[in-house]
């Protein structure tokens, strides 16, 4: 019988025994994968409600431009300032529907509207809605472009939402906003970039907004604290328990010696089932820490960003890791079992 | 018949913190193939030592012990390992058996060439038919030692060492053990050297030899 078979029967056979033994591995992994989960899915919550604050300075046309939007040829050469990163256009305009002002607005990232109902694509303001009687499914004709209301917004305010890029082509490509981060310091680029581009200003964000930044920055570095907490708690238990259950069996590597198996099959196989223990242990605590992020995103409202809350990065990383980790663990323990004096072994009780 | 294994002033010396122990003191002896050998002696007489250098399950601290005339302690651990799976059985006086694994598995385990009807043959022969797929926890004492002696038997090893084999056993399932190692020795030739403290198992013995600190008195 080869040692690798009995390797895995001592797993199959002594589940209790098993599953003691990789309790410590379920409970690490299981803490990194909620912990993490959450911290990961907290930080795009965080991210996308912040994302319009993330700016350092907004471009728009001067007012001696006479035009409350800038042509696509301004808009690209703004884009292209070396200075600037992480740009984003906006294009707003105003148009009237029977009779009633709107106001069309172009958008980047659809998670910030809070929806009434139905879904993004083309939403509609509830105040626009009732004043118009629109409902999902309506039929909505705006520079000569057929559309059709997907979603009412909370909002009620008079705003037409449809992507950005959509709203560009029906503004004949102009754009009204651009925000941009900064190389350096905000104020001096913006000074630099009025002078270099005819036609433009350019407002640095106001103190609340660099405020608001402070403190999400400065709470997405507490949670990344947790959760490496989580990850050492759960590196330390996986270790740990692999220790104990290597030297625990220090007796019967002893017997295997002295029948005849070689320091070499013997580390072998005793990090085999090292490997074999982190891997089902963490395909175990995966599937718990799954329950903990799903019960957790349904109590925080998250349920938007479950994936963001499980990606696939975070179990594939947990599970080879785990089993990585294990093997590693069990590398000191067997080796120590393996040069350890035959004798010494068999006396061990 | 040749020298199957040598004892060449064989010295073993523990340090207890400034105390210096000599479990062996200049230990001589040379066994013949095919020899059935008994060795006696006070508690702390070096038995075990001896019989573990002769097991390669420990080295001399000075002089050389040869099997079939390899110095062991110019031996790489894998060639001792080989030697130990190959040539060598050993029986302990504690059972030392897998706890998980069946009779029949804790048999098969060193095996080398898998061979469940060889295995099966020897069990029976041991007494041990319809025990294949207990577990050690489920044997008798007697029992779990013939398992130890049909797995050191495995391999056709040339020598079989046991320490005290029988210590743990009553006369009756102690006589039947040493029958079984006497069938071995006349029927298939193992060389057996068994260490006992009693005086009638010894008796199955062709020699018997005493130990008295770390020597042999006689
Ligand atoms: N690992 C060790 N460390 C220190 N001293 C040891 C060690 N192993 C054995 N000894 C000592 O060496 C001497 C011989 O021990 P050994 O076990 O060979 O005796 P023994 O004849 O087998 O005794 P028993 O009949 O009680 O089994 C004893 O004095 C013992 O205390
Ligand atoms: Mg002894």
Do not use: C
């Amino acid at each position: 019988m080869n040692l690798y078979k009995m390797a895995f029967n001592n797993i199959r056979r002594r589940k209790l025994r098993s599953a003691l033994t990789m309790l410590g591995i379920i409970i690490g992994v299981a803490t990194i994968v909620v912990l993490v989960g959450i911290t990961a899915g907290a930080t795009s919550v965080v991210k996308e409600e912040t994302s319009s604050l993330m700016y350092d300075v907004t471009i728009s046309p001067s007012l001696s431009s006479g035009s409350s939007l800038m042509d696509n040829q301004t808009a690209s050469k703004v884009e292209s300032y070396p200075k600037l990163y992480n740009v984003t256009e906006f294009t707003g305009f105003q148009e009237t529907i029977n009779g009633n002002d709107v106001t069309i607005q172009g958008t980047n990232n659809w998670k910030q509207l809070k929806l009434k109902t139905g879904s993004s694509g083309v939403v509609v303001d509830s105040g626009v809605a009732e004043k118009l009687g629109y409902t999902v499914g309506s039929k909505v004709k705006i520079k000569d472009q057929d559309m059709t209301v997907t979603g009412i917004a909370k909002e009620n305010g008079e705003n037409i939402y449809v992507d950005q890029s959509l709203a560009k082509q029906m503004a004949d490509n102009k754009v009204s906003a651009i925000t941009a981060r900064t190389y350096g310091d905000p104020k001096t680029v913006a000074e630099d970039l009025q002078n270099n581009i005819t036609g433009v200003s350019a407002q640095t964000k106001s103190e609340k907004v660099a405020e608001v930044q402070d403190m999400v920055n400065q709470s997405m570095l507490f949670a990344s604290i947790i959760a490496s907490v989580g990850l050492l708690v759960g590196i330390i238990s996986v270790i740990n328990t692999m220790l104990i259950s290597v030297m625990e069996r220090t007796k019967q590597l002893g017997i295997l010696k002295a029948i005849g198996f070689t320091n070499g099959e013997i580390m072998g196989s005793t990090l085999f089932e090292a490997g074999i223990l982190g891997f089902l242990g963490a395909v175990i605590g995966v599937v718990i820490g799954a329950v903990g992020i799903f019960a957790a995103a349904n109590a925080l409202h998250f349920t938007d960003y479950m994936s963001e809350m499980l990606p696939v990065w975070l179990i594939v990383t947990v599970i080879v890791g785990s089993t990585v980790l294990s093997i590693l663990a069990g590398l000191y323990p067997a080796r120590r079992a393996s040069k350890l004096n035959v004798v010494e072994a068999l006396r061990d009780e | 018949m040749s020298n199957l294994i040598e004892f060449n002033d064989v010295w073993k010396t523990y340090k207890m913190g400034e105390e210096e122990v000599n479990a062996l003191a200049g230990l001589d002896l040379t066994l013949k193939e095919g020899s059935f050998t008994a060795v006696m002696g006070p508690s702390g007489s070096g038995k075990s030592t001896f019989l573990h250098i002769a097991g390669i399950l420990d080295m001399p601290t000075e002089g050389t012990f040869r099997i079939k005339g390899k110095d062991t302690s110019r031996l790489s651990s894998k060639e001792q390992a080989h030697l130990r799976r190959n040539e060598i059985g050993f029986v302990f006086q504690r059972f030392n058996l897998m706890p998980q694994l069946t009779a029949l598995e804790n048999v098969m385990l060193p095996m080398i060439d898998e061979d469940l009807e060889k295995a099966k043959k020897l069990m029976d022969r041991m007494g041990l038919a319809g025990k294949y797929n207990k577990r050690p926890g489920q044997l008798s004492g007697g029992e779990q030692q013939r398992v130890v002696i049909s797995r050191a038997l495995i391999n056709d090893p040339s020598i079989v060492l046991a320490d005290e084999p029988t210590g743990e056993l009553d006369s009756k399932n102690a006589d039947a053990i040493m029958q079984i190692l006497q069938d071995l020795n006349k029927k298939d030739g193992v060389t057996i050297v068994v260490v006992t403290h009693n005086r009638e198992s010894a008796e199955f013995a062709d020699a018997i030899i005493e130990m008295k600190d770390g020597k042999i008195i006689s």
